[in-house]
């Protein structure tokens, strides 16, 4: 009986811990960045909550990949997406791919479509102040085609 005892106030005490621990830690904060800081972080990890596409999309080519350039408020920090690429052969086409480029120092990343995906979206570039765009790459095949939005 005084192990049974023994038992269920263990219990009860890892119990409580447990809920006294919850309520220290509290609910968990969202990860955050401002303009230089974001520079090379994960938009979706980081400032997506916001994100707009400032300017106008391109598509290249007719309807081959649509390439935005998406911007944070919050993050004061850009990035490029790619979207709605059509099927791509490997063996015969360099895969879709975008960059952002800020205008003032050309910083940029790029991201490239993986075989049987149509999307990817680039890390952050620091837009607190200098302007970015985005720039899209399709390979038919024969032929690269290129779209670039404006600033």
């Known amino acids: 009986m005084n192990l049974i005892r023994r038992v269920m106030a263990a ?29 090379d972080k994960d938009p979706q990890t980081y400032c997506s909550s916001d994100a ?3 300017v106008s999309g391109k598509w290249i080519l007719q309807n081959a990949a649509y390439v935005e350039l998406r911007y944070s408020h919050s993050c004061a920090a850009a990035w490029a997406r790619i979207s ?22 050309g910083a940029s990343y790029s991201c490239t479509v993986p075989v049987g995906d149509t999307g990817c979206y680039t890390k952050m570039v620091n837009d ?18 290129y779209a670039t939005t404006a600033s």
Request: aromatic share 10%; glycine share 10%; charged share 10%.
């Open 11 to 39: 219990m009860f005490m890892s119990s409580l811990l447990a809920v006294a621990g919850l309520a220290v830690a509290g609910p968990a904060q969202a990860a955050s960045c401002y303009g230089a800081t974001c520079h």
């Open 52 to 54: 707009t596409t400032p």
């Open 84 to 105: 709605h690429a059509s099927p791509w052969d490997p063996r015969g086409q360099l895969a879709p791919t975008v960059s952002v480029i800020r205008n003032s120092d």
């Open 128 to 145: 607190n102040g200098p302007t970015s765009y985005a720039r899209g790459r399709y390979d038919t095949g024969a032929n690269w085609y």
